[in-house]
């Protein structure tokens, strides 16, 4: 075993963060920046974690175990608990410390350690963070087995859409390393293995048998984006840069000769080099190459787990369906269900993702509706469409294309909507396809920002200084991703919400909190582009808009005591574009009302005007 001291990351401001944040700035947005407390420096994007591969537990120096995650309980204590080490942390002598234990395959295992009191930015499980706030002397030990659980990679298996049969041979072949001997272990015919492969590589898009293995296993991990993983592979098992790259490229489907090609090298020596790696990982084929990659990436991403704080994806909390689009990328999809209730579609505002509040859900789900939510590209699982720059195009518009996309794998014809903001998509979505829409509820639509007066309040100024400047857009959005905790969210929920009552109730209720933190949280990953993209398009779009018809079905719900816009100018810029909808004032209801008043959003739905 080998133990490697590194201290835990603090907050540090970079030059640009000082610039911001000097007195020039408008005192809002400096003490907002401030709040935030993180650097600009650029970094790789953060993942987030599936509970059930993350291994936390909290034990004393002698490795008794006085909490622990489901994960950690399914661990050889040899692997994961050094009495060395345990013994070191408790006398203080290193903040942090971590190692990496290798066993032989598949029982590589990374270890982290620190004092209870030093791991407030550590990825944790709830239950093992509460108990280490309780017992700030004791150790926190977190480990990363991803590749032993089974259900991670099932839900993998799930979200591409694979079949029973496809997933039974993937996952085998994903222990077994070879198609062959997971052929033989499930007791089918070779040929029957390769057939379901193939149609499982069809259905990922996957080239080859590599890359399927890569995919599957990073997504189980919650290892999104997907990242190489190179310097880990470094790092772990002494692989140069050269062989770190083919390495990389193999995994992910190519051959010797595309792989060669890419890297400007000869195909003798990307053979010799493979050769190299092949022993070094002790892999006998491409698949568990892949593998091997995909468990690098993982490993890399928990040991940055320990320098900041990242979302934990809680086990089962969002169904998770992913849909190609024609010219590349994924479109996440969560389908709540029943398959038996009337569809509706739940659009996430501008900061959030496709997360939809359980209060929402329950009270939709109760009323007979099968909610659905997507993630516009760029935000939360959703990729980015190549090619479109923030301020170049309509990101409403793309987002209404893969609305439409997903509506067809669906096989829905018509869906009613609830648009928590992401009012533009809504209308984007109508001149695209407007028989597709029923019932449709609009809850406080943004207007533009020319539209709108009221520049209250951080996210008020915010926006402010996002119309001087579209370029703030996206220093904001690094800022806000950095150091993203729950505690950093409730309290700056809480300080936006001043001076509405609803709002303000709604600001100290755990479960509202909680929900708004898991929608949000995907800013840690850095992956923002599509809040960059929208927000650049508020900030740059004129108050100007022709009138829509064909909206007399469509019912716009405003807060009265909403903090970021006046309630009457938002409702005479909708009027004025949507001629036949409804309008309502909620009396009782602010910026937060699908959260805090969820029954008069779904009875609005019920009520409103049929198509």
């Excluded at 490795?63 to 070191?88: I, Q, Y």
Aim: a neutral charge; hydrophobic letters at 45%; proline letters at 6%.
């Amino acid at each position: 075993m080998s133990a490697v001291q590194f201290g835990v990351i603090g907050m540090e401001f970079g030059s640009d963060a000082d610039r911001l944040a000097s007195p020039v700035v408008e005192s809002d947005i400096r003490e907002t920046l401030l709040e935030i407390g993180a650097s600009l420096t650029e970094g790789d994007p953060k993942p987030l974690f599936h509970e059930d591969s993350l291994a936390a537990a909290l034990v004393d120096r002698k490795g008794r175990v006085l909490a622990a995650s489901e994960a950690f309980t399914t661990l050889r204590p040899e692997l994961v608990l050094d009495p060395a080490l345990l013994a070191r942390v408790a006398d203080g002598r290193g903040e942090a410390l971590f190692e990496r234990v290798d066993a032989g395959l598949p029982e590589m295992t990374l270890c982290a350690y620190a004092q209870a009191s030093f791991t407030d930015g550590w990825s944790l499980p709830p239950s093992v963070r509460a108990a280490a706030a309780e017992a700030p002397s004791q150790i926190v030990v977190l480990a990363s087995p991803a590749h032993q659980f089974q259900r991670p990679l099932e839900t993998a298996c799930a979200a591409f859409g694979l079949t029973g049969l496809q997933t039974r041979v993937a996952l085998e072949t994903i222990r077994t390393g070879g198609v062959r001997t997971a052929a033989e272990k499930l007791e089918i015919s070779y040929h029957t293995a390769r057939e379901a492969l193939a149609d499982a590589m069809t259905r990922m898009r996957a080239p080859r048998l590599p890359a399927l293995v890569r995919r599957l296993v990073s997504l189980a991990f919650g290892v999104l984006p997907d990242a190489e993983g190179a310097d880990i592979l470094g790092d772990a098992w002494g692989l140069s840069p050269r062989q770190a790259a083919i390495a990389a490229l193999i995994a992910d489907g190519m051959t010797r000769a595309e792989a060669a090609k890419a890297l400007g090298l000869g195909e003798a020596v990307v053979k010799r080099e493979l050769n190299e790696v092949y022993g070094l990982l002790q892999v006998g084929s491409a698949a568990s190459l892949a593998r091997k990659v995909a468990e690098a990436n993982a490993l890399n991403w928990m040991m940055r787990s320990t320098g900041g704080d990242i979302g934990v994806i809680e086990a089962g909390a969002e169904p998770l369906r992913l849909i190609h689009r024609p010219g590349g990328g994924r479109i996440a999809v969560s389908d709540y269900g029943p398959s038996s209730g009337r569809p509706v579609l739940v659009v996430h505002s501008s900061m959030t993702s496709r997360v939809v509040a359980r209060g929402l859900r329950r009270a939709l789900q109760a009323a007979g509706f099968r909610p659905i939510s997507i993630d516009r590209p760029g935000f939360g699982l959703t990729d980015e469409i190549e090619g479109l720059r923030p301020g170049l195009h309509d990101p409403f518009v793309s987002a209404a294309t893969d609305a439409v996309l997903v509506l067809d794998a669906l096989k829905l014809e018509t869906i009613d909507i609830v648009a928590r903001g992401g009012a533009q998509f809504v209308v984007a979505l109508h001149e695209l396809a407007p028989a597709r829409l029923n019932r449709t509820v609009l809850v406080n639509p943004d207007p533009p920002t020319e539209a709108s007066a009221r520049r209250t309040g951080p996210i008020g100024v915010l926006k402010e200084a996002f119309s001087k400047n579209p370029a703030m857009v996206r220093v904001w959005a690094s800022l806000a991703g950095r150091q993203l905790t729950y505690t950093r969210v409730a309290r700056i929920l809480e300080r936006a919400m001043q001076g509405s009552p609803p709002d303000e109730a709604a600001a100290r209720d755990p479960e509202i909190v909680q929900d708004y933190f898991r929608a949000v949280r995907t800013f840690a990953t850095g992956r923002h582009a599509g809040y960059i993209n929208e927000q650049v398009d508020f900030a740059r779009r004129g108050r100007e808009q022709a009138p829509i018809g064909g909206t007399s079905n469509w019912l716009v719900m405003v807060g009265a005591h909403d903090t970021l816009h006046e309630p009457q100018e938002v409702m005479a810029y909708w009027r004025a574009i949507l001629v036949d909808a409804q309008f309502q004032l909620v009396e009782d209801g602010g910026r937060l009302l699908t959260l805090s008043r969820p029954h008069y959003v779904v009875e609005g739905l019920l009520h409103a005007r049929p198509a």
